[in-house]
């Protein structure tokens, strides 16, 4: 019988360090954005201005 009482001291131990590890996790921002990361690759960028594009190679005096 003390080993059941043991072994439920010991797991509610661990379960409370995953759970005091979730919340610091969470805290300190892990979780705020796991989605954007990922499909930004698929995305293209943004156009620059037209006065840093020179299309036709001229340059300009």
């Known amino acids: ?3 059941i009482y043991l ?4 797991s509610l131990a ?3 360090f995953f759970l005091f590890s ?5 805290k300190s921002g892990q979780y ?3 989605y954007s990361p990922s499909v930004r690759i698929l995305f293209d960028d943004e156009k620059q201005s037209s006065e840093n594009q020179q299309t036709d ?3 300009e005096v």
Do not use: E, K
């Open 57 to 59: 190679g001229s340059t």
């Open 22 to 26: 979730f919340f610091w996790a969470a």
């Open 1 to 3: 019988m003390g080993i």
């Open 7 to 10: 072994m439920l001291i010991v």
């Open 14 to 16: 661990i379960a409370l």
């Open 32 to 34: 705020d954005d796991d």
